[in-house]
């Protein structure tokens, strides 16, 4: 695989385009020197997988080879399945609706509380066998879980989808409030960022401008006064925007995390995507992480 990007393409949003508008959001992207997407077979109930797929084949000048594409699987309508059987068939029907051969990555979208973790590794080796798969990770799983896997499957589960963002950051406050009676010092996810940087698991951030609970974008929003004071008052410094000093801010933490940026709107993808070029000082990245409503002992 390629040198890692920072910033991944969330496709969640794009069903709605037609193969013509993909076509011209996934040039866009690449003009923004962005080549990865993360999609899922829940997306648009696979619209998204559909379109995109469409829009590779009708569009000559968008190579396969120059994409890193992912997906994730387990999801079902009332349940989730990590069974064999249901992988391999997810595979097959995100390949197809993709219009391609194989998928860079492969994710488990989430826990599946009736996993068996043997079943789940016969399935990595028969994709990765028959070259459909390249690589695997996790989504929304927290330690324990990925070593019940890892005691079974061979292949390195390489990434952890996991919700993170300004407001949405308990697995960096539980390891700032140690030993204190905060709220923001109780391990909901069993110090998964530690764990993850301790064996070289990326970290993919899903609604990184999210509040809590998914109710609404933190840039402008009035219960987050402070924090949109500092942002504006900081993209006067940094000569940007809040969006972009959003993400930035997650760039700078040192494990690497991987934003997923979830937009359809071409604009705001160029946004994000000029994070990469802002380093935020250490008193910038405490002075927005305050602000955010968290505290430091």
Known sequence: MRKQSSIIIGCM????????????????????????????DIYGQGQSERVFGEALARDSSIRREDLIIQSKCG?????????????????????TRLKTDYLDILLL????????????????????ASGK?????????????????KKYVRQDLMYNQLQFSLAVSNMVANGMEV????????????????????HDITIQAWSPFQKPGWKGVLIGDTE?????????????????T?????????????????????TANEDRLREISAAESIELSREDWYRMYLAAGHILP
């Open 13 to 40: 949003r794009l069903a709605g385009k037609t193969p013509e508008e993909m076509a011209r959001f996934i040039h866009t992207a690449s003009d923004c020197g962005l080549s990865w997407y993360d999609h899922a």
């Open 75 to 95: 999801i079902c309508k009332g349940y989730y399945d990590l069974s064999k059987e249901h992988i391999i068939e997810s595979v097959e029907g995100i390949l």
């Open 109 to 128: 979208h989430r826990p599946d509380a009736l996993v068996e973790p043997e079943e789940v590794a016969a399935a990595f080796d028969e994709l990765e």
């Open 133 to 149: 798969v390249r690589a695997f990770g996790v989504s929304n799983h927290k330690p324990s879980q990925i070593e019940l896997l």
């Open 179 to 198: 030993n204190m009676e905060t709220s923001g010092s109780y391990d909901h996810d069993g110090s998964v960022l530690d764990y993850c940087r301790i």
């Open 224 to 240: 987050y006064a402070e924090l949109n004071q500092v942002l504006n008052e900081l993209s006067v410094t940094y000569d940007s």
């Open 242 to 262: 809040p969006t972009t000093l959003a993400a930035a801010w997650i760039l700078r933490h040192p494990a690497g995390i991987q934003i997923i940026t979830g």
